[in-house]
């Protein structure tokens, strides 16, 4: 049995942290496992979210600027998590933090440079995971199925809530995992209305009621028509949602409903596009998993088990999986699938720096 130590950093399109996961992969003649060995979420300082949050609206300069120095802030908290937790990483894999996302046009941009993070480890370190599959005609997105049909493979489906809702039917001859909807994204922009980073346990959102006239509107957005794959970002958000959202008169506590109202519907509509039986699981995982409100919104509409992990995979499954992709890069072996990003073939993606 082989053993790889790795590191995966992810940020969220929602902007909650810096996810760092340490985990111990192993390979057996038949199968992959793992185990989490530490991880911590470090919050974003107000002017990091705030940089972050605008760098799409600024030029050329800022974000090339912006990516190197991020890129060093990766590399300064890698550091400092090794040396508190008295670790011994083979390599690191970073996700770093989406600013455009327009496949459309065959773009893709993940920030946060990793020959930075390389050189202040002198870890090898994988990033930029999404840019082959888009030169490869693919929506860059999802990437985590990858490593969901090797390491969540008892759950017939994975849903991950984090700044967008993403589904995975998690089918080892023909996985399919696509963009549901909008999640913390807008949960979390609302929730900043009442002086709220996120609405904790969905408190906001259960003294609400839902606006019926805004749920139509969310409803039929073309996206949620077309056909996977599919997948969207922050440009997509602040076109699509945050003009429904803004200048109107309804209370913070009626959007948040009616959005997780939205999500819930969303959800179960993806849901039922594939085959399933009542013995399925739909895994779930991200920060909206912990959203009450917004659970009990997806648990009306989906017609299997629903089951939200008490262990450190609840937070840290995108970061598992990252690191998990890195270290199959480093072994020259895909880890991305053309069925689910709509590439001509599927293949290894990502970035590698030396370390040395």
């Avoid at 549901?180 to 408190?203: F, P, T």
Wanted: hydrophobic share 40%; net charge negative; glycine share 10%.
């Amino acid at each position: 049995m082989s053993r790889t130590l790795v590191i995966g950093l992810m940020s969220g399109t929602s902007l909650d942290g810096i996810d760092l996961a340490f985990c111990d992969f192993n390979k057996s003649d038949t199968s992959w496992s793992f185990n989490l060995l530490k991880a911590e979420t470090i919050p974003y300082s107000p002017i990091w979210k705030d940089r972050l949050l605008n760098l799409i609206h600024t030029d050329g300069l800022n974000y090339v600027s912006t990516h190197v120095a991020l890129g060093r802030m990766y590399g300064t908290l890698i550091n400092e998590f090794i040396a508190k937790h008295n670790l011994n990483p083979e390599l690191i894999a970073s996700h770093g933090h989406t600013i455009f996302h327009q496949p459309e046009k065959g773009f893709t941009a993940q920030i946060g440079d990793g020959s930075q993070i390389a050189a202040l480890t002198g870890i090898d370190t994988v990033c930029d995971f999404r840019s082959k599959d888009l030169a490869l005609g693919g929506q860059g997105a999802p990437l985590v199925p990858a490593g969901e049909q090797l390491l969540f493979r008892d759950y017939r489906f994975c849903l991950n809530l984090g700044g967008i809702a993403n589904i995975t039917f998690n089918d080892t001859a023909l996985p399919v995992a696509f963009d549901v909807c909008i999640a913390n994204m807008a949960l979390n922009e609302i929730a900043a209305r009442s002086g709220k980073a996120y609405d904790e346990n969905g408190n906001i959102a259960s003294a609400g009621k839902i606006i019926p006239e805004l749920l139509i509107q969310l409803n039929e957005i073309e996206y949620h028509k077309k056909p996977f794959p599919k997948s969207i970002g922050r440009e997509w958000y602040e076109k699509n949602i945050l003009t429904l959202l803004n200048g109107n008169i309804y209370s913070d506590a009626d959007l948040l409903l009616t959005l997780c109202e939205h999500i819930g519907q969303q959800i179960g509509n993806a849901l039922r596009l594939f085959p399933f039986t009542p013995k399925d699981k739909l895994l779930v995982t991200g920060g909206g998993a912990f959203n009450k409100t917004l659970i009990n919104c997806i648990h009306n509409h989906i017609p299997i088990e629903l089951v939200i992990p008490n262990d450190g995979i609840i937070s840290y499954k995108e970061a598992i999986v990252f690191a998990f992709l890195g270290l199959l890069n480093i072994r020259g072996e895909n880890n991305v699938l053309a069925p689910v990003t709509g590439s001509s073939r599927s293949h290894t993606g990502g970035a590698l720096y030396k370390g040395n």
